[in-house]
């Protein structure tokens, strides 16, 4: 199993935030992600909840907040700015740090099991033939190895679809909020891929 890991951290100026979480559901603003997290994919779940809880469902009070609190004479469109690239985007971008990494693994994983099982159950290698030869079940044991490991990566590839198209709704419904009420000529989504490629 791969030991790959990253640190996925929510921004500080969203921790110091004060925001209420529904009672019962502690946050989780800190998480490493490995393939087995993406495997069980339970704290990297409660993890990207936090992190969506804290910015775009609550996204028009962070706004006010952001505009209203900050009593300077400059437009409300870079008081905005402030609060995106301060906090949205950063928060959007580790999001899209845990989505990637698992979407990587599930592509090695795809790779390491076509290799292992390659030519299937009539073609396996002369290893396992000789296997089944020592031990009836071996060939039973492979099989039950194989579907355990494939259903594995189609699990993992399935979050990962799962969390980009949560992902995609998310954002499209924020850039239009930021568009009501910050400027409505900014082409949210388009800066946030620069703002991506500036932050690598």
């Not at 935030?17 to 800190?30: D, I, K, M, Q, Y």
Request: glycine content about 4%; proline content about 3%.
């Amino acid at each position: 199993m791969s030991d790959e890991s990253i640190v996925a951290r929510a921004p500080q100026v969203f921790l110091e935030s004060n925001l209420n979480f529904p009672t019962g559901n502690r946050a989780v603003t800190e998480v490493t992600v490995t393939r087995a997290r993406c495997i069980d994919p339970t704290l990297l779940d409660s993890f990207l909840r936090t992190m969506r809880h804290g910015s775009d469902d609550v996204l028009k009070q962070k706004i006010n907040n952001a505009t209203k609190t900050d009593s300077s004479r400059r437009p409300i469109s870079e008081k905005c700015g402030d609060f995106i690239r301060g906090e949205l985007y950063p928060n959007w971008q580790e999001r899209s740090k845990v989505i990637s990494f698992c979407q990587q693994q599930a592509v090695q994983m795809k790779q390491e099991l076509d290799t292992k099982f390659a030519g299937g159950s009539d073609g396996d290698s002369d290893k396992a033939q000789v296997a089944t030869r020592i031990d009836p079940y071996a060939e039973r044991d492979r099989k039950l190895e194989r579907e355990s490991r494939y259903k594995q990566w189609r699990d993992v590839a399935s979050w990962v679809e799962n969390n980009l198209q949560i992902e995609s709704i998310l954002r499209a419904t924020s850039e239009s909020t930021l568009q009501e009420k910050c400027n409505a000529n900014q082409q949210y989504l388009e800066e946030f891929k620069k703002f991506l490629a500036d932050h690598q």
